[in-house]
């Protein structure tokens, strides 16, 4: 069966210091990848969707970016966080032609 | 853009009570229409989906009706439990991509018995 793994699951950041999260997927091949930001109060923000390794699609011009390595590997990165990246973040996986999502558990990042 | 609009919370109902969450979108075409479930501390679940007009999604209880007519798809259930607290997310895929997936705020639900 297929899992997702998202880790770490709560992150305490300070102001300019870089991010790095990392989202796995087991048990398919080639599936979509999606990094979705959940800030206090306000629902899903799309932040980038990957349909294959090394193609990134950015959905919100932002502080972050993302990159696929591999290819059942997400990763979302900073250089420098700022206190608006604070969040809840969740990473995703579709199979091709399919219609549902499949989420991980989530990061919650506090940035201080 | 596309874009899916949820009646805001939270919606406090005492146990055995009619739920109703409003959901509607604004999309070019025909996109596929989803809610998806947030139990407290977990990632998001499907719940229910419909792919094209006048289809009725449903799962557990719930149900949702694809109304192109008023661009909606409200989640209703009968009878709610306490097991039925969470968050709902009403979500939607446009045709031109199915790639891609936006979601509606969220109606956080409260039960009590």
């Known amino acids: 069966s297929q899992t997702i793994h998202q880790w770490p699951a709560t992150l305490v950041q300070p102001v300019g210091s870089p991010l790095s999260l990392e989202c796995t997927v087991e048990g398919t091949s080639n599936p979509n990848l999606y990094w979705y930001r959940q800030a206090a109060g306000r629902g899903l923000q799309l932040l980038f969707y990957s349909v294959g390794i090394g193609q990134i699609s950015s959905e919100v011009p932002q502080n972050l970016s993302a990159s696929r390595p591999q290819d059942r590997q997400f990763i979302l990165s900073s250089k420098k966080l700022l206190l608006s990246d604070s969040g809840f973040y969740l990473c995703?996986?579709?199979?091709?032609?399919?219609?549902?999502?499949?989420f991980g558990q989530g990061t919650r990042l506090t940035v201080v | 853009g596309d874009s899916v609009t949820q009646m805001e919370g939270p919606v406090t109902l005492s146990e055995e009570a009619f739920l109703t969450i409003n959901c509607t979108y604004t999309?070019?075409?025909?996109?596929?229409l989803f809610w998806y479930v947030q139990y407290p501390g977990e990632g998001l679940q499907l719940l229910l989906k419909?792919?094209?007009?006048?289809d009725k999604g449903s799962n557990k209880g719930f149900e949702a009706t694809y109304r192109k007519e008023t661009t909606s798809f409200h989640l209703e259930k009968g009878s709610v439990q306490v097991s039925d607290s969470a968050v709902y997310f009403c979500?939607?895929?446009?045709?031109?991509?199915?790639?891609?997936?936006?979601f509606g705020s969220g109606t956080k639900l409260n039960v009590k018995p």
């Open positions: 999309a070019t075409g025909y996109p596929s």
């Open positions: 419909a792919t094209k007009a006048d």
């Open positions: 979500a939607l895929s446009p045709p031109y991509n199915f790639n891609k997936f936006y």
């Open positions: 995703a996986w579709m199979l091709r032609g399919r219609t549902e999502a499949f």
